[in-house]
Structure formats: C-alpha cells, structure tokens
C-alpha cells in the first residue's frame, strides 16, 4: 500500500512540476507577445505623429518653392501609404518611402536661406527632429520585443507550448537600402 502511496505522490509532484513548466511558458509568450503589440503601437503612433507633421511642413516650404511640385506629390503619397499601413511590413515600407521623401524635402529646402530663418519653418524641424527620435526609440524597442520574443518561441519548453499555440516569429523593423541613400535634387 505504502509503494502505490509514494508512486501516485510521485506522479502527482511529476504533473504539477510540468503543468508549472507549461504554465509559466504559457504566460512568458503570452507577456512577450503583448509586449510586440504594445511596442508597435508605440511605433505606429509617433509614425503618426511625423505624418501629421509632414502637411505643415510641406506647406511652409511650398510657400517658398513653387516649382518643387514633383517632391510634394511624392511626399503626400508616401504619407497616405504611411497612414493606411496596418501590417508591421507595410509600416516598415511605407516609413522607408516617407523617410526617402522627406530626405528630398530637405534638400530642397537647403537651397532657399529665408526658409531656413523662417519661425514656423525651425519650429517643424525641431518637432520632426524630436518626433524622428522618438520614432527611433520606439523602433529600437519593438525590435528587442521582437528579438526576445523569436528567441522564445525556440527554446526548450517554450518551444512545445509556440506550436501549440501557433505561434510564429515576428518581423523586425528594418531600413531599406534605398532609405539609407543620400537624396540628390538638382537646383537647375
């Protein structure tokens, strides 16, 4: 009587142990995918904050450039692609294209002295200025959300309960090549 006793005490602590083993990975995918959310949506909102920028800013330099039409239609594009981009990927391409375009933009704006003294003008890169760090910031967490979260669906037990649940890596903000290029605009 005393064996079958220990033996069903032992397969009871065995069943707790793992069922504390699969709870607790449960509950850390659960947090580190909450945090991917959460982070995102950091990002998401100071990529909105710059959109909402981007108008006041092509309007002040507008007022001084009335010939730089093609810079400012590729800028509005880039900004409604920006403000419709609902997946981590369309976000990532979309903020390379607004920041391509804005790049332009301030190039342009190099070649006109009184805009650069303008108020309002200093104003709009000191709140884009500060708007892009914060973006960068946001950027660099999610991407560390990111980074644990993929190493935590592939470690042992964790990697049980990711199948399980189905769960997948997340996909990381990145700069494009192109994004990274020096824009070039022409004065003549």
């Given amino acids: 009587m005393k ?13 707790l142990i793992v069922a504390g083993v699969f709870i607790t990975s449960y509950n850390t995918l659960i947090t580190k ?14 990529l909105q904050r710059r959109a909402d920028l981007i108008p006041n800013l092509v309007n002040t330099v507008k007022a001084y450039t009335k010939h730089e039409s093609t ?5 509005a594009k880039s900004r409604e692609k920006l403000l419709a981009a609902s997946s981590v ?5 979309a903020n390379n294209a607004v920041t391509a375009s804005l790049g332009k933009l301030l190039v342009i704006a190099e070649g006109y ?22 973006i960068s910031y946001a950027r660099d967490k999610y991407n560390t959300a990111v980074g644990e979260y993929n190493k935590a669906i592939k470690v042992i037990p964790n990697v049980f309960m990711a199948n399980m ?14 994004a990274k290029e020096v824009p070039q605009v022409n004065f003549e």
């Fill in 3 to 15: 064996v079958i006793l220990a033996f069903f005490a032992t397969l009871m602590v065995a069943l």
């Fill in 33 to 46: 995918e909450n945090n991917i959310s959460q982070y995102q949506a950091n990002v998401s909102t100071q």
């Fill in 71 to 75: 810079v400012f239609t590729e800028i």
């Fill in 89 to 93: 990927k369309e976000l990532n391409e």
């Fill in 113 to 134: 002295p009184e805009l650069k003294s303008d108020k309002v003008y200093i104003g709009l890169m000191d709140e884009l200025a500060g708007t892009e760090n914060r």
């Fill in 165 to 178: 649940m189905g769960l997948t890596e997340k996909e990381f903000f990145t700069v494009s090549e192109k």
